[in-house]
């Protein structure tokens, strides 16, 4: 049975498309970092005119003013990868999007949570807890974290992959900064090691796929 996912259409116009030529959804088995952008890399008041594009209100703020704080953050762990969580991927797309961070952080990203086969009217709606956990399942990480300023209908369980930041200072507030460093910390060691996998708090292990490979 082909995966729920799949990077192509199943069906052409000459009928189905063999399983076996349908590609995994990137990211399975790896250490995984969901990454929204406002409120985490920046303020949260972003807005957009079609004359300024998007732009930080508040005065004393600026657009990605912490991405080279979270890079400096991940420099020691070569293994995250990134998927972008943030609504700019349904504005500007995920490649487009991925092209304002830091080249070292650009080089992490292998997706978003929102792609073009979707339905956008159908994921815009759905709580942004919901939209990480969903993806979760369809990539199934060893291991995973996610960066978020809204921890709304987050599933309780995976409350504690969540690094819940501030509104207004993001990352860089001191208590998520401190949060942000120990949970990457322990995700890591649950990804490189069985042992810490099974003693890691901060990472869920369960059931999170619903069926096997
Ligand atoms: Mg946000």
Not at 15 to 37: Q, W
Not at 140 to 166: G, I, K, M
């Amino acid at each position: 049975m082909a995966p729920v996912h799949t990077s192509v259409n199943p069906m052409n116009a000459s009928g189905p498309v063999p399983s076996t030529v349908i590609k995994a959804p990137r990211g399975r088995g790896e250490l995984l970092l969901y990454l929204d952008f406002d409120g985490v890399l920046h303020h949260e008041e972003v807005y957009w005119t079609p004359r300024r594009g998007a732009y930080i209100k508040p005065e004393g703020h600026a657009l990605f003013e912490h991405a080279r704080l979270l890079e400096q953050v991940l420099a020691p762990y070569p293994t995250p990868r990134i998927v972008l969580s943030t609504s700019w991927v349904r504005a500007y797309s995920c490649a487009k999007s991925a092209k304002r961070l830091p080249p070292s952080l650009r080089s992490r990203v292998i997706g978003a949570t929102f792609h073009s086969e979707m339905n956008e009217d159908a994921f815009a709606t759905k709580a942004r807890g919901i939209q990480v956990f969903e993806d979760v399942c369809r990539r199934r990480p060893r291991a995973w974290l996610a960066l978020d300023d809204d921890d709304f209908n987050c599933p309780s369980w995976c409350r504690e992959n969540l690094v819940h930041t501030h509104h207004e200072l993001g990352i860089s507030e001191p208590s998520v900064l401190a949060e942000l460093r120990e949970k990457l910390q322990l995700a890591h060691a649950a990804f490189d090691s069985p042992t810490e996998r099974a003693r890691s708090p901060s990472c869920y292990h369960g059931p999170l796929s619903p069926s096997a490979p």
